[in-house]
């Protein structure tokens, strides 16, 4: 399988947390969707055995979208990820994904889009830089020293570009992963809990990259329990409760009357919120 897909100059301690441009070059060779959604699944069923994990899930995503899919822990949100990305095949239904029928071609989904995994699993041998250059080597990227420089400094890892995977915390080892999902500058990034393992300074930063990503034309399906930053973050959502979605629609709208995300989770899964 193709390995999981995602400039220090000037930066000091008093910058630490500031968002620095990465001067974004979002592409997708030989695909036109301007005017299309980059994502459809209509009817997902995914069985594992007598379980059924994804019970005829629909959604659309649309170009410019930051797409939240929220739900408890076992509800199938990774399972999804799984399947819209062609790692794992739905037992039935219909995926597109940037024009491409991802149950049909799944590796040509896995050229298209950037992934990072719900555990950061990096090669447990690989240094971070040998890592970055495995992955743009299988990517077939042009400038690829340059483009692994960028991202081991964006995520201030230079220092550690020799280090081993197994010798880097976790939160390094998800800043990898994160390098290692943008580095060829998809046009759709799927997210499976990408603030996991980051201290306060690096979600910041990377919610702040997010957020230019999307204005710059990307599309971002993600998937997250740390409701605070994904209200923030996203404009469309759908809230799955064992395999079934039970909300869907546009934050806006689903979260008038001042409402907030939580609280809109915990009515849609059927917990109570009296205990403010």
Known sequence: MIAHSLHKAGRDHKHVGRFRSTNLDIRCPGIAFSDMAVLHAQDIVKDFGGMRALDRVSLTVQKGDFFGFFGPNGAGKTTLIRVLTGQLAPTSGAIDVLGVDAVKEPLRVKELV???????????????????????????????????????????????????????????????????????????????????????????????????????????????????????????????????????????????????????????????????
């Not at 973050?233 to 799955?240: A, K, M």
Request: aromatic share 10%; glycine share 8%.
């Open 114 to 276: 950037g992934i990072v995994p719900e555990v950061e699993s990096p090669p447990t041998y690989l240094t971070a830089h040998e890592y970055l250059y495995f992955v743009g080597k299988v990517r077939n990227l042009d400038r690829l020293e340059d483009r692994i420089d960028k991202w081991l400094t964006f995520f201030d890892l230079g220092e550690k570009k020799a280090t081993i995977c197994k010798d880097m915390s976790k939160g390094m080892r998800q800043k990898l992963m994160l390098a290692s999902a943008f580095i060829h500058e998809p046009a759709l990034l799927f997210l499976d809990e990408p603030f996991i393992n980051l201290d306060p300074i690096y979600q910041r930063t990377l919610r702040e990259y997010l957020e230019e990503y999307i204005s710059k034309g990307g599309t971002v399906f993600m998937a997250s329990h740390i409701l605070e930053i994904a209200q923030r973050l996203c404009n469309r959502l759908s809230i799955v409760n064992l395999g079934k979605v039970v909300a869907q629609g546009d934050m806006g709208e689903l979260l008038k009357g001042g409402d907030t995300l939580e609280k809109l989770f915990m009515r849609s899964v059927g917990i109570g919120t009296g205990r403010e």
